[in-house]
Every structure is written in structure tokens, then in C-alpha cells.
């Protein structure tokens, strides 16, 4: 018996950020979007706890304890008082470390994957406060669509959304930490009176008029000038992008992944294949969004 769970990748279209709190965390007001790029997790019966994972950049990932996806099973497991005997499977499609959520999409599949072969019924808030837990993009893995991440991004509020968007994504070579990121922020404002973190009505308005335009204008992430900092050479490859007849282009979150809002699906494929081109990333790949949050594909069988 296995459980197999969708996740998706998340991109901020609004990415405000307060001053440091005093427990080492920002206020923010994260506006996400959930985009189809997609990790599966698959959790089966075992001896004990375990972890594989395949796909591009699965080297990079820890199969150890402190993989999102196995602390999932084990806050789960515990909650419920009974082992977390399972092997966790991660298939990788979204880029590791790359300002996407990757981790966080695994550790929110994996908790729903174990709440379904378990039947441990738990319900959506719980599930929520386990994800809460994990970190902070993990409650939105779990939700997906649109939302206003406040607090430190995990207290969330769903947003309509009045079409879809497509989008771009480089992935650059390697990636970047997020506590290194948001370290950057902090020097980069020492002295200053960094203001407390709104979302922008302009941009909530454009999400909810599926208006490409008014969301490529309304774009923001307040840690690019952090990442850039941190990965100069990203300026180049939002360049190649904006020269490409990108709506709009900004650096993913934490980056080092950059995100290029487009008109529709076919000047994605064009502007993937400049970006490619220009050689100022990895690779370079086309999603839209919104899409669902962790999704149960299905149970089966067949071992793996
Ligand atoms: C950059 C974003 O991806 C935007 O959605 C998130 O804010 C990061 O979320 P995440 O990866 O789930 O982050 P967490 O695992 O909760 O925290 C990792 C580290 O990032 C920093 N961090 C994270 C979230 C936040 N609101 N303020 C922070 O300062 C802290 O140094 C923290 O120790
Ligand atoms: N299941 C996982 N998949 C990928 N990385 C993981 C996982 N569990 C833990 N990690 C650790 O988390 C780090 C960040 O990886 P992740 O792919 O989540 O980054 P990210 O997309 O930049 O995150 P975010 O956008 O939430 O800040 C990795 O370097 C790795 O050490």
C-alpha cells in the first residue's frame, strides 16, 4: 500500500518585508501563487523511517532527519502516538534551493501522504499547525491557489483569482540560503526604519482581474536587492528576460531562481528558449499558476 501526493512550486508576486523580529524571523506580507511545477511524494509501510529522492538536483537533498519531508511524518506520527514507520519518496521537478519551496512543497506533501495511509482523520487545522511548524512557506504548499501569507508568511488568507497567470522561471546554477538572504536584507537596512509590511491593493486587484499588465506592474520582492547582493550575476538574467519581452521580471522569493511573468503560453515558450539562449541560466522553465495545493494522486500497490 502507497500514497502518492502532488505538490506544487510557489512564486511570491508580492514579497514585503518587515524589520527584524526578536525571535530572528521578518513580519511580512508574502503574496503567493501556486505554479505547476510539481514534486510527488510517495510514502509507503516500512521497517522505519527513511528517505529517498530522484530527479534533477536530488543530490543536494538531505535524506536524513532534517529533510522537511521526514520531520512531517515524524510531527505526525507523534501527534498521533505511533511510530513513523515509513519510507518517504521524493520525486524533484522543482529547483532545490531556488526560492520555490521545494522543501517546503515536500514537507506538506508528505504530512498529507501519512495522514492518508495512516487514517489518522486529522483535520485541516491541525494539519496546518503541523505545517506551521515546519516552516513558514509550508501551510501555503499545503493550500496552494493564491494567498496573503502574514506574520512570518504561515498565517494565511485565500485570494480569488480572476484568470491565469504564465510565467518563466531560470534556474541558476546552484542555490542560495534563506536565512543567508534575509541576513543580507538586515545589513542592507542597517540604520534604517524599515516600515511595517501592507499588501499592495493595486496588486491584489490584478490577481483578482486575471489582468497580466496591471499584476507585471504591481510586482515586488523587497529581498532582490538582498539576492542580488548575495548573486550579482542575476541582473544579467533578468535583463536577457526583460529583453525577451517579459511582462514583467523579478528575483523568486529567496532566489537564486528568477521569475518572468508573461503574456500567455506561447511567449513562454519563446521567452524560455531566449533566456536559454542567452546563457545567463541553468535552464530555463514554463509553469502558470494558480494551480491546487498538495493534491492525493492516488493509492497503490505496486512497490517502489
Ligand atoms: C523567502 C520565502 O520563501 C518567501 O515565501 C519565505 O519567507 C521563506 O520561508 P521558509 O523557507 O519556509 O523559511 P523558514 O524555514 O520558516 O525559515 C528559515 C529562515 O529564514 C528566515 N526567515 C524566514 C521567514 C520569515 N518570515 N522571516 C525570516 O527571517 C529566518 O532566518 C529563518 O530562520
Ligand atoms: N525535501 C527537501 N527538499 C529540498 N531541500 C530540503 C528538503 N528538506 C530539507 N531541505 C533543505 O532545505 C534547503 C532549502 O531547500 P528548498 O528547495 O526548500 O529551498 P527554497 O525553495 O529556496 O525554499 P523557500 O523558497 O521556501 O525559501 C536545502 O538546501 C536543503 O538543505
Known amino acids: 500500500m502507497s500514497v ?14 518587515g524589520g527584524a523580529r526578536p525571535d530572528g524571523f521578518h513580519d511580512l506580507a508574502n503574496v503567493f501563487l501556486a505554479v505547476g511545477l510539481y514534486d510527488e511524494v510517495t510514502v509507503s509501510p516500512a521497517d522505519t523511517l527513511r528517505v529517498t529522492c530522484e530527479g534533477p538536483g536530488a543530490s543536494q537533498v538531505p535524506l536524513d532527519r532534517t529533510n522537511l519531508a521526514a520531520r512531517a511524518a515524524e ?14 519518496h521524493i520525486a524533484k521537478d522543482i529547483p532545490v534551493a531556488g526560492g520555490m519551496a521545494g522543501g517546503s512543497a515536500d514537507g506538506a506533501g508528505a504530512l498529507l501522504a501519512c495522514d492518508a ?3 489518522t482523520g486529522a483535520s485541516r487545522e491541525e494539519l496546518l499547525d503541523i505545517c506551521a511548524e515546519l516552516g513558514s512557506d509550508v501551510p501555503f504548499s499545503l493550500v496552494g491557489g493564491a494567498a496573503l501569507g502574514t506574520g512570518r508568511g504561515e498565517k494565511l488568507r485565500t485570494l480569488e483569482t480572476g484568470g491565469t497567470f504564465h510565467w518563466v522561471f531560470a534556474v541558476a546554477d546552484g542555490g542560495l540560503s534563506t536565512p543567508a538572504v534575509y541576513g543580507e536584507f538586515d ?4 540604520g534604517v ?23 507585471a ?40 531562481t528568477t521569475a518572468f511573468l508573461v ?33 492525493v494522486l492516488g493509492s497503490g500497490t505496486a512497490p517502489h
Open 4 to 17: 502518492t501526493v502532488r505538490v506544487p512550486a510557489k512564486v511570491n508576486v508580492q514579497l514585503a518585508v
Open 75 to 88: 510531527k505526525l506520527a507523534a501527534r498521533y502516538g505511533r511510530p513513523a514507520d515509513v519510507h518517504v
Open 117 to 119: 495511509l495512516w487514517g
Open 187 to 190: 545589513r542592507l537596512n542597517e
Open 193 to 215: 526604519e524599515v516600515p511595517a509590511p501592507v499588501a499592495s491593493t493595486r496588486l491584489l486587484d490584478a490577481l483578482a482581474a486575471g489582468d497580466p499588465d496591471a499584476l
Open 217 to 256: 506592474a504591481a510586482l515586488t520582492n523587497d529581498l532582490q536587492p538582498a539576492a542580488l547582493s548575495l548573486r550579482p550575476s542575476l541582473a544579467r538574467t533578468l535583463d536577457a528576460g526583460t529583453a525577451a519581452g517579459a511582462l514583467a521580471a523579478l528575483v523568486s522569493g529567496s532566489g537564486p
Open 263 to 295: 503574456r500567455d503560453a506561447e511567449s513562454a515558450a519563446t521567452t524560455a528558449e531566449a533566456l536559454l539562449a542567452s546563457r545567463t541560466c541553468r535552464t530555463a522553465r514554463v509553469a502558470a499558476g494558480p494551480v491546487p495545493g498538495a493534491t
